[in-house]
């Protein structure tokens, strides 16, 4: 089987989506794919590419009309796909139905492949706030329902059996065990500090500023215990300052709530090493989600470590190493976490074995089954 494996736009090493694509793509080869990468690129002089791996396949030049272009002109990519026989293209959404990516969809199936979408939240209507934001939200309204029907599937972490009319192939995000390290050793010295880990480009469903007003509440008694929050990764937007940075301002809490900014490789590794316990998202109800498996509760899994989050995750919600926050607006209650991680005496190897059939060749290999499902029926 030949895969182009499509995006919208291009990498950052620091963020979690472009590595997770690269492991989805690798998966893919595992199952026996010939696969290729198809992205958009912007060079250090501002072009603006169309790339499959390597290779160049449209180079719109630099300016406005560029980016118009990369909006509407897909031709490359079907002859792309048309030239190399390609009998499957995967698309990953970037929330953007509309009548040239309809269009796009069409010619594809024409070529013969196969074509699935990933959607990788579901729902996201409630993500869109500005008005910039929520224009683009109803372009997409508008076409996303027909533009499923002519989908041979839609890739949903979610249990949803049809999202917009189109038939799901429901996996969980995975793991790349080669890329995640284990922690080192069994634990640190907790007797008088705990150190607690979140690794996002946070937005407000992260909930990480529930983590900020827990903190705020438990230090207001004075204790002598000290709990470190430490934030890897950016804050994403105004909304998600606002609600983190003057509650860390008023209550003094610099000491305690350590913003990195965005980490990747032996720095990313060494905080993992210095902290205790990870804490993963804590708003998606939010959002409208209660249901979600997310890829952040898997990597700090595949690390050994145990971790908090507040939605429905059937792969972990009985696992002895996870804290259940409630899905509300309460402050999270830090001497109840505390308890919890003290009372822990699974290994961070047990944990990573917990999880090793979440691997994403064992995930990517459901897609490539369902397809030859299709396939055989055809």
Request: with cysteine.
């Amino acid at each position: 089987m030949k895969a182009l494996f499509l995006i919208f736009h291009g990498f950052d090493k620091a963020n979690g989506i472009s590595k997770k694509i690269h492991y989805q793509v690798k998966a893919l080869k595992e199952c026996g794919v010939d696969v290729r990468l198809c992205y958009y690129d912007i060079t250090s002089n501002g072009d603006r590419r169309w790339m499959v791996d390597d290779e160049v396949i449209a180079d719109f030049g630099t300016g406005t009309t560029a980016k118009l272009w990369k909006r509407v002109y897909y031709s490359p990519i079907i002859e792309y796909a048309c030239r190399e026989n390609i009998d499957l293209v995967y698309i990953r959404s970037h929330h953007n139905a509309n009548p040239f990516t309809l269009k796009l969809v069409k010619r594809l199936k024409r070529t013969g492949a196969k074509v699935v979408m990933e959607i990788p939240t579901y729902p996201y209507d409630q993500e869109y706030a500005s008005s910039a934001m929520k224009l683009n939200l109803f372009i997409d309204q508008c076409f996303r329902r027909q533009l499923s029907k002519h989908l041979d599937g839609i890739v949903t972490f979610s249990n949803a059996e049809t999202i917009f009319g189109g038939k799901t192939i429901r996996i969980s995000n995975g793991i790349d065990f080669d890329a995640i390290p284990m922690r080192r050793h069994n634990g640190n010295d907790t007797t008088k500090e705990l150190h607690l880990i979140g690794v996002a480009e946070v937005h407000y469903w992260h909930g990480f500023d529930r983590m900020v007003n827990g903190l705020a509440d438990y230090y207001r008694t004075n204790p002598e215990y000290k709990v470190y929050f430490h934030i890897i990764g950016p804050l994403s937007g105004e909304r998600e300052r606002e609600e983190i940075l003057p509650v860390i301002r008023d209550n003094h809490l610099e000491p305690y709530v350590i913003l990195h900014g965005p980490l990747h490789g032996d720095e990313l590794d060494a905080q993992f090493e210095r902290a205790d316990f990870a804490i993963g998202s804590l708003g998606r109800h939010r959002s409208g989600i209660t249901y979600i498996k997310t890829l952040k509760n898997r990597e700090y899994a595949a690390r050994g470590f145990a971790f908090a989050y507040s939605e429905t995750d059937e792969d972990f919600d009985s696992m002895p190493y996870v804290w259940k926050v409630p899905a509300d607006e309460s402050p999270v209650d830090i001497p109840k976490l505390m308890e919890f991680q003290r009372s822990l005496k699974i290994t961070p190897a047990e944990i990573r074995e917990s999880v090793r059939p979440l691997s994403w060749k064992a995930q990517m290999q459901k897609v490539v089954g369902e397809i030859e499902k299709i396939n055989n029926a055809t």
